[in-house]
């Protein structure tokens, strides 16, 4: 398995490569996509910012996701990240970007959302948009690491496909 710093160095190759630009809004995973990805010297060439948005008020505030999708979804859905993301976009000068919502535990889960519950919405700007859930095992940090493992690996994914392709 590739390490993290691993991951977040393919990545910043390829968005070098590729003129794409990085930004990150992350929930369960508190600020880990950016902290690894700032691992990396140089990353500033790369990388733009990233929002913490734990709460749902700076879901709202920061990213502009809507009340009424987070009273109908719920924090911890592909609804909420989508507005996340493109909300990422619309409010940073990242190119491509990733959102992250989850349940990291021990508690908060529920039968429907069980802990280890992650939703995740990946964008560009050119048009791209992909969310997902995704459900991971074992404790609070090993759930936040595969979470945080799984953005790096889909963006590396997506940035060797070209535009047409990502659709």
């Not at 913490?52 to 009340?67: D, F, I, P, R, W």
């Not at 039968?111 to 948009?129: I, N, S």
């Not at 459900?135 to 979470?147: E, P, S």
């Not at 945080?148 to 496909?161: Q, R």
């Amino acid at each position: 398995m590739q390490s993290l710093i691993q991951l977040s160095e393919q990545l910043g190759e390829r968005l070098l490569q590729q003129g794409e630009v990085l930004a990150t809004a992350e929930s369960c995973t508190g600020g880990g996509v950016a902290n690894i990805v700032t691992e990396v010297a140089g990353s500033s060439a790369w990388f733009d910012r990233a929002f913490v948005t734990y709460s749902n008020e700076a879901k709202q505030e920061m990213l502009g996701v809507a009340e009424k999708t987070l009273a109908d979804f719920g924090a911890v859905s592909e609804a909420v990240v989508k507005e996340m993301v493109l909300g990422t976009l619309a409010h940073s000068n990242a190119t491509i970007a990733v959102a992250i919502s989850g349940i990291a535990g021990p508690s908060g889960g529920s039968a429907e959302k069980p802990v280890g519950t992650v939703c995740f919405g990946f964008a560009d700007k050119h048009g791209w948009l992909r969310c997902e859930t995704c459900y991971f095992a074992g404790d609070r940090a090993k759930v936040r690491i595969q979470a945080i493992e799984y953005s790096l690996k889909v963006l590396c994914d997506a940035l060797l496909k070209n535009d047409s392709e990502r659709q």
